[in-house]
């Protein structure tokens, strides 16, 4: 038996559902929510997500990343299970990898209203050249929102060789 409380567990569906539908099509209906048990701390929980597929919109053909996400929550938290079929929902949608990474922050801005958020996308190269996409976002008018500049403004000062894919 779980520690949470049927209220507790909020939207939460698809954990432990042994038929689960894993769509290939883009699906942010998908996504569900559980109440933060600890609002009053302010802590980062980071998602790794070494397969992630998308389509390029232009040719058709896959592109695959490795999608990091970091956020501070506030009142509710993304359910683990559901962002995985919901990145897996991409598998067949055709965005460049700059829109991947921005939508997937833009939906779960929209579901969760976090304090802050970061999507970063790690893609192989494909023609020699490889692109990895930031974005994120800080709560306008808070502490938070200050985060967000200093971390755009330096996450990258120390850049991986490429050797590394």
């Known amino acids: 038996?779980?520690?949470?409380?049927?209220n507790e567990k909020g939207s939460i569906s698809l954990?432990?559902?042994q038929?689960?539908?894993?769509?290939t099509d883009y699906s942010p209906e998908v996504l569900e929510t559980f109440p933060n048990k600890h609002k009053e701390n302010d802590y980062f929980v980071k998602f790794n997500?070494?397969?992630?597929?998308?389509?390029?919109?232009?040719?058709?053909?896959?592109?695959?990343?490795?999608?990091y996400i970091s956020y501070i929550p506030d009142k509710i938290m993304v359910e683990s299970k559901s962002l995985k079929l919901y990145l897996f929902s991409f598998r067949n949608h055709g965005d460049f990898h700059e829109d991947c990474v921005n939508i997937i922050m833009k939906d779960l801005i929209k579901l969760m209203d976090p304090k802050y958020i970061e999507v970063w996308?790690?893609?192989?190269?494909?023609?020699?050249i490889s692109i990895d996409p930031y974005c994120n976002y800080g709560k306008p008018g808070t502490k938070w929102?200050?985060?967000?500049w200093n971390r755009l403004a330096n996450h990258?000062?120390?850049?991986?060789t490429i050797n590394n894919r």
């Open 49 to 67: 997500c070494p397969e992630f597929t998308s389509l390029c919109p232009i040719t058709g053909q896959p592109d695959f990343a490795a999608i």
């Open 121 to 128: 996308g790690k893609f192989m190269p494909r023609g020699g």
């Open 1 to 6: 038996m779980s520690g949470r409380t049927e």
């Open 19 to 23: 038929h689960t539908k894993y769509s």
């Open 15 to 17: 954990l432990g559902n």
């Open 156 to 160: 990258d000062m120390y850049p991986e």
């Open 145 to 148: 929102e200050e985060l967000a």
